[in-house]
Each structure stands twice: as C-alpha cells, then as structure tokens.
C-alpha cells in the first residue's frame, strides 16, 4: 500500500491551505482532503453560523492538485445521534488558545481522531498557523499510538505580512490593512530577539505596545512560552519559544504566532 497524505480542513479554502495539499501531493502517493465544519469546536457565542461555507470554490481550487478524495461528510454522519466528545484530553488543552477558548481543543481532537479513524492516513499536514493544534495533535497522535507522521507546514502571509485566515473574509479593506500590524507587532519582538533580548518580558511588552498602538485592537493575549511545554516563561529565555498573540479587530478574532530558537541562534 502507497502513503497516504491527509490534509483536514473547515473550508473556505485559501493559499494556507493549499500549501498543505502541495506538502502532501510532494510528500505522499495519495492526498486526501475533509472539508467539514465542524460545530463541537465553536463555543455559544462564536462564529458557527457566519464562518464562510463555498464548497463549490473549495472544490475548484483542489482540482488545480493532485486529491485523491474530498470527503466532506455532514453533522449527522460525525455525531450520530447521542454522541457526545471522546476522552481524550491532554496537558496543552488549558493553556494559551484553551484559556479562551475552554472547549477548543476537545472539539478538535474528538473530530480528527474521528477523520483518522475513517481515513487511515499514513501522514497528516497541520499548519503552524494553529502553532497549538499542531503540538495537541502531535501529542495525541503519540498517546494513542496513530501511526501517522504529523508533517507541520510553515504559515503562508498576505505580501503585508497578514497570516491567511478563512476568518480574513470577514475583515474590511482597511480592517485587513491594520490586521497586518499584528505581524509587524510580532516582528518588532523577534527584532529584540535577533538582538540578543532574553527577557520574556520586554519582548511581551514591545510586542504589547505595537499592537496597543493600534486603537480598533482588543489584545486578548501575548504570550512567550516554552515551544515544547508552551507554559508560559516569566524571567529569562533560554528555551526554544513560542511568540504567540490573539487580538479582536471589531468582531473578528485573529492569532498569529512565530518560533524562536534561542540553542541555534548561540
Ligand atoms: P482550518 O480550516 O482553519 O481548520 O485550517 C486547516 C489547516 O490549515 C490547519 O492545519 C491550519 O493550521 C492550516 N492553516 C490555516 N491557515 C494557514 C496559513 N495561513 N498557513 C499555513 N497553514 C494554515
């Protein structure tokens, strides 16, 4: 039997995506791709109801790649009636992303290890858009023995510097000009970094004003923390770390992150 390579995905495809298909197209025989929006990883309150839904583009744009299989199953074919979540949970769930977000990070498990158990893939592309989804799934694919390479792919940017995002949509023209600001905000803690700043909270606070300085944000956090543990740090760095922040722009919620590694950069 061939590999297998399989890219999970809510839809409203974009070029983030797609670098996750040409990762699988390069890396295994066969791709498959699940398009499913899946409801268990919105809490009340979130945008379920407003998160674009275009299968027919998506399609389109997954022709252009070598896909094998677009499943796109519906909700009474994931959750038969009376199914709940599953067990599984881990030590990454309440931090960072879990913190807001207290019922994420089951969502997404319970319906990945559905979509591995259905699609048997031999590999699986995460993006490090999700920089914690990406650990959570590594880990679960360790604790529950899958036998499936997780392959993490690098984030895919707007030329200014914007992270895609299917939420992007809901952005304005000039909402998606500032929204590129939060990178810079990020690049100006790197910056430090690059410098040879260790102070967890210098970093936090450059990177806090930069984006404070943009008055339509609402910070809601900035986070420097151990890339392996991703437990925050509060002194001096001198781990391999984890820049993240997540910032409201009206009513839109955008995260972008990057790695830092303090050991090659001695
Ligand atoms: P989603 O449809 O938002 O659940 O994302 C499906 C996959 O695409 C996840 O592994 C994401 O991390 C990945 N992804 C989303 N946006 C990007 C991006 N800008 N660059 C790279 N991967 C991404």
Redesign the pocket.
Known sequence: MGSIGF??????L?E??L??VAESNKTCKNTVVSIYLNPTQFAQGEDLDSYPQKLQVDLNKLSEYEVDCVFTPNNSEMYPEGFKTNNYSNNLFTLLEGKSRPEFFKGVTTIVAKLFDIVEPTHT??????FQ??CIIKKMVKDLYYPIQVVP?????KKNGL????RNVYLTKSEHDIAATINHALESGKNLLQLGERSSYLIKDKISKSIAAEKLFRVDYVSVADSITLAEISGFIEKDILVSTAVFLGGTRLIDNFSYSISSSK
């Open positions: 890219v999970p995905t809510m839809g409203a974009h983030g995506h670098s996750l592309f995460f993006g490090e858009k999700d989804q990406l792919c690098p984030i895919i940017r992270a895609m995002s299917s």
